[in-house]
Nanobody
Framework: QVQLAESGGGSVEAGGSLKLSCAAS????????MAWYRQAPGKQRELVAR???????AYAPSVQGRFTISEGAAKNAVDLEMDNLKPEDTGVYYC?????????WGQGTQVTVAS
């Protein structure tokens, strides 16, 4: 079992920045990938960014160039730096980790961007 603890999020005006952080349970080995997803009201959960194999990264087209995913300071931690936020970035952001092919999820953290 992998437990994920998210922090960050909050409310910001359009054009502002926020940083999300996620840390997996300590002593957990075998996590092959970590990612951030988001879910806007009335919409399906969607992939925002992922970091995997030798720190490769991938982004949703809608956030490319504005968001940066990186390894956190601790082992099995990941940060998401979000710049130039737009109202359409509003939603609940979830941390995700893959271990042994099994996905694990955090509780989610709210991001609200006012126009």
């Amino acid at each position: 079992q992998v437990q994920l603890a998210e922090s960050g999020g909050g409310s910001v005006e359009a054009g502002g920045s926020l940083k999300l952080s996620c840390a997996a349970s300590t002593r957990i080995l075998g996590i092959s990938e970590m990612a951030w997803y988001r879910q806007a009201p009335g919409k399906q959960r969607e992939l925002v960014a992922r970091i995997f194999e030798e720190l490769q990264t991938a982004y949703a087209p809608s956030v490319q160039g504005r968001f940066t995913i990186s390894e956190g300071a601790a082992k099995n931690a990941v940060d998401l730096e979000m710049d130039n936020l737009k109202p359409e970035d509003t939603g609940v952001y979830y941390c995700n980790a893959i271990r042994g092919g099994v996905p694990f999820w955090g509780q989610g953290t709210q991001v609200t961007v006012a126009s």
